[in-house]
Each structure stands twice: as C-alpha cells, then as structure tokens.
C-alpha cells in the first residue's frame, strides 16, 4: 500500500505534463480544420465577388417610359414586373423592338457607348403603375458563383409629369461581365416588393 501511495502523485505529475502537448495537439487540429473551411467556402459557389471584388456592381444607363407591343393584352388594370438580362447588341434590338415608343430619362446616348464584349444589360419594367416621375429604379446586385439577385425598387408616391397607363416605368443598369463565373450559366432572379421574383438564365461572361 505504501508503494502505491508513492507512485500516485507521479502518475498526477505525469499526467499534468501531458496537458499542454493534448492542448497543442487541438489547436492544431482545430487550425487545419478552420482552413479547410476557409479553402472550400473560397472555391464553392457561394463565395460573393470571390475572382472580382473591386468592380462596381452596376451602374446607371437609362430609365424612363415605355408602351409594349402588347399593351391590349395586359389590361388597364395590369401589375406585372418584367426583367430581362441582355448580353449582346441583338438582345438589345429584340428588347427595343417589343416597344410601340419610349421616353427615356438622362442620356440616351448612352446606350450606343455599351460595350458588350465587357459588359451587360440588366433591364426591367412595370406594367402599369406608378403613372408619373422616374420610379422604379435598381436598388442592388448580389452575385453569389452561378446566382444573382437584383433589387428593383418602386417609387409608390413619385413626382413629375403623369403619363396614360399604356406607358410602364421602365430602369436599365449595365454591369461588368467579369463579376459573373467565366463560361457558366448564371441565373438572375430580379425581386420587387409584392410581385414573385422572375428568374432568367443567361450566361453572362462566356469563353
């Protein structure tokens, strides 16, 4: 029995020095573990702005009026949001070629300055009201790997000149193809308070 009270607290002392070699072990370990999460969250899909994290994400090209086509169809009545995605100069012609007119805001000029080999179109209209000012507008653009949401908001309460339902606000932003995965199908989806989103899939930045 004395023998085995003697050798107790070495056996204690022992195991007290093993402490901070077990603390180091997990530090480690917890490290490794913190970096291989760190490197998969880098490369997933989910990574904001991972390849571009500079560039601005939109910025303002043209806004104001337009009468589609089939403005019989929608009704006095209508509350439909559209959105379109536009990555080439023929998207650009078939979106234009769907209007009866448009009244544009700002400098219309500027969509003959839209460099698509870098750059694309982000396009939406309301479908009637707000019938007056220049409301609707894009509030933000998140770009998550193969997702993109874009934010449009509606100025419920505007002010200026009022024009006849047939005409529905319309907004159009230009961002840098470079934001978006190279060579995949992206899809948008373009929210707006009350409405369900409309989702589109483009590719944005090809090979």
Avoid at 150 to 165: A, C, K, N, T
């Amino acid at each position: 029995m004395e023998q085995s009270d003697r050798q107790f607290p070495q056996v204690l002392l022992a195991s007290r020095s093993a402490l901070p070699s077990l603390r180091l072990v997990l530090a480690v370990l917890l490290l490794s573990a913190g970096i291989a999460v760190l490197l998969e969250w880098g490369e997933g899909s989910q990574s904001p702005y991972a390849s571009n994290p500079n560039l601005p994400l939109f910025r303002y090209v043209n806004s104001g009026w337009i009468s589609p086509l089939d403005w019989e169809e929608a009704g006095p009545f209508a509350t439909e949001f559209r959105a379109y995605v536009l990555t080439s100069q023929e998207d650009l012609d078939d979106f234009e070629s769907e209007f009866i007119s448009k009244r544009s805001y700002g400098n219309q000029t500027s969509l003959g300055r839209i460099d698509f080999d870098t750059s694309v179109l982000l396009a939406a209209y309301y479908v009637w009201r707000p019938a007056r000012g220049d409301p609707l507008s894009v509030a933000d653009l998140t770009v998550y790997g193969n997702r993109a949401d874009v934010y449009v908001e509606l100025d419920l309460q505007p002010q200026g000149r009022e024009y006849p339902y047939l005409f529905a606000p319309m907004i159009m932003v230009a961002s840098e193809r470079a934001l978006f995965p190279e060579g995949d199908a992206v899809e948008f989806s373009f929210h707006l308070d009350g409405h369900p989103s409309v989702k589109l899939t483009a590719a944005p930045n090809p090979r």
